[in-house]
């Protein structure tokens, strides 16, 4: 079982930065492919990034590709999402992801879930 929870949301305005933090309850890094994804009410819940179990190595969303990055820090438990040039469009609810598997960018794919935490962006 992993448990996460998220922070570091909150209301920015357009161009401006936010972090978003992803605390595991336990060290789970080397084991599980971690992802972000977010979701409008009344939208289908979209994929933001991730980082591969298999390779380490992460990946995009072309809506967010050069402006956000997704690292991680094992010695935390902790994935972090930095997110630079936030458009309008950024608005939602971010969540943290973990699945056994390998690189999937789907929802459906990923057991684990966190909360949950809100990024509005100011016009």
């Known amino acids: 079982q992993v448990q996460l929870v998220e922070s570091g949301g909150g209301l920015v305005q357009a161009g401006g930065s936010l972090r978003l933090n992803c605390a595991a309850s336990?060290?789970?890094?080397?084991?599980?492919?971690m992802g972000w994804f977010r979701q409008v009410p009344g939208k289908e819940r979209e994929f933001v990034a991730l980082?591969?179990?298999?390779?380490?190595?992460?990946a995009y969303a072309d809506s967010v590709k050069g402006r956000f990055t997704m690292s991680k820090d094992n010695a935390k438990n902790t994935v972090y999402l930095q997110m630079n040039s936030l458009k309008p469009e950024d608005t939602a609810i971010y969540y943290c992801?973990?699945?056994?598997?390998?690189?999937?960018?789907?929802?459906?794919?990923?057991?684990?879930w966190g909360q949950g935490t809100q990024v509005t962006v100011s016009s």
């Open positions: 992801a973990a699945r056994s598997g390998g690189y999937y960018s789907y929802p459906s794919g990923y057991a684990y």
């Open positions: 980082i591969s179990k298999d390779t380490g190595g992460t």
């Open positions: 336990r060290r789970t890094f080397s084991a599980y492919t």
